[in-house]
């Protein structure tokens, strides 16, 4: 299996990157980790003329974050430092787990934070939390910068709202509140390497009576053309106060809301049943850490 | 398009022509000769194509041989202690019986050498997970598991790397 033959180009600063990716448009993919671009090409999914490579450009990459105003993470970054990154992990541990599930070690350490989302795979594991988290993508041009929601920039399967000539250089993710807490859990064939057939996040906090139900966002991943976000499980529990019942009406709503198809890796029928099995777990999960902070 | 670019591989600068969609491991087996990196599936679900770039492991079949200028590239052949001896992780893979048809053992070594070399003293679930991503189609995980533990005691002992 070999890819078409392509022109290979290197920029090493932001304004050589916008430069290229703006003359060449559609003749060029933005190549970071390899670990999908690669795949696609050799498959010939995909053949572009150019490939411009955004691993060299060290304003591309890295975890910033600021008490009170929140994180900034490259788009470059590997999946493998957002895994091991410990302020990652005790702020958004949703997103530390997820990628620490994704792939296997090369794959983490080769594949980049920008490339899950750019990919645009509904089963990637990374853009369910980031959208949770409440994620801003960073949209970058010789023109300017703007910033987008996370679930607003991926419209479909492998679709994105990316305007020819801008690159994701970042994703922004708010402080979050003191007594939140986030989590993450997913469904696969095994626990390495596999793709999976539902995952989730949910951002979630009480009350200070422990037992109220104050903010929820959550988010499916694998049931539908893009990461969902429910309307319907917030609007069942926020006021109410945490209980195995309300627990069950919100597994209902999950259920309703996910639109799964049936493919290689699962039926539309089994996928259904794990968003209920797993949305189970994940509220009950969070309810007993949210307790505890 | 073709291009001559410098890869430091093992210690050792070479200067080739390569076409820009080479990928690395086609450029060590087929114009450096090193076949001890294998290829497997080409498609980065076997791991059998690990080296290391820059200390991380990496799978050779989905790197473009381009990209991998000004890094150091470690394959299987340049784990040889002075004097040619077997670098401990492969002398414990030999005497645990951790091969079989040998396929993944590149890979496999090379897995566990990026672990050591960040890790010297790995936990039992550490070692699995980082060959999780490898896939040993005899099925002979538990002496590769092994054989790894056992590695990690040696080179601690004698602060090999």
Known sequence: MYTNEFEYLAPTTPAEAFELVGRLGSKARILAGGTDLVVLMKDKLTSPEYVIDIKNIKEFKGIKYELGKGMTIGATTKISEVQYSEIVQEKYPALAYAASQLGGTQVRHMGTIGGNTCNASPSGETPTPLVALGAKVVLSSAAGERELPLEDFITGVRRLDLKEGEILTRFILPEPSPKSVSRYTYAGARDAMEIDCVNMAVNFELEDDKETIKYVKFVLGSVFIKPLVSKEVPALLIGQKFSDALVEKAVAAAQGEAKPISDVRASEWYRNEMVGNLTRRLLKEAFAAAREV | ?161
């Open chain 2, 1 to 161: 398009m073709k291009q001559q670019i410098s890869l430091d591989i093992n210690g050792r600068v070479y200067d080739l022509v390569i076409s820009h969609r080479d990928l690395l491991v086609d450029v060590l087996r087929k114009k450096l000769g090193l076949t001890g990196t294998k290829k497997g599936c080409g498609n980065g679900d076997c791991a059998a194509c690990t080296v290391q770039v820059d200390g991380e492991p990496t799978l050779s079949c989905l790197t473009l041989a381009i990209s991998c200028q000004g890094k150091k590239i470690i394959t299987v052949e340049g784990l040889a202690q002075p004097g040619g001896a077997l670098h401990p992780i492969q002398e414990a893979f030999v005497n645990q019986g951790a091969i079989q048809c040998g396929y993944c053992t590149p890979g496999m070594v090379m897995s566990a050498k990026a672990l050591l070399d960040k890790n010297p003293k790995p936990t039992l679930e550490e070692i699995k997970l980082a060959i999780s991503g490898n896939l040993c189609r005899c099925t002979g995980y538990k002496r590769i598991i092994e054989a790894i533990e056992i590695a990690a005691a040696t080179m601690s002992a004698q602060e090999v790397k």
